[in-house]
């Protein structure tokens, strides 16, 4: 994650993970039960493109996953894609995930 993002928090609302950054947020549409988190769609808005923004809030949505001591089922093609270039992260993904030995 680059520097800039390390102190910005995370919030959680009902449907989302996001981070606020100069007043335009990235995001992961979410789904959870009470052992796992499936991360449906991450997006950041366009004045973000390019900044990184996408890829932290991934990974401060990882490190809350992880804390929470839940199982990651990542449907997102973004979350999926990180996952494979952090291959460290395939430690909170459900082995059960149906594209899990494709990480």
């Given at each position: 994650m680059k520097p800039e993002f390390e102190n910005i928090p995370l919030v959680k609302?009902?449907?989302?993970?996001?981070?606020?950054?100069?007043?335009?947020?990235?995001?992961i549409d979410y789904r959870e039960t009470s052992h796992q988190i499936a991360l449906i769609h991450?997006?950041?808005?366009?004045?973000l493109a390019g900044t990184g923004a996408a890829?932290?809030?991934?990974?401060?949505?990882?490190?809350?996953?992880?804390?929470?001591?839940?199982?990651?089922?990542?449907y997102c093609p973004y979350v999926f894609a990180y996952?494979?270039?952090?291959?460290?992260w395939k430690r909170?993904?459900?082995?059960?995930?149906?594209?899990?030995?494709?990480?």
């Open positions: 609302t009902e449907k989302r993970f996001e981070i606020e950054v100069n007043g335009h947020f990235a995001f991450t997006e950041a808005e366009p004045e890829a932290a809030v991934v990974e401060k949505t990882l490190v809350y996953i992880e804390e929470q001591g839940k199982k990651l089922l990542p996952i494979q270039k952090h291959p460290e909170i993904v459900d082995e059960k995930f149906n594209g899990y030995d494709k990480l």
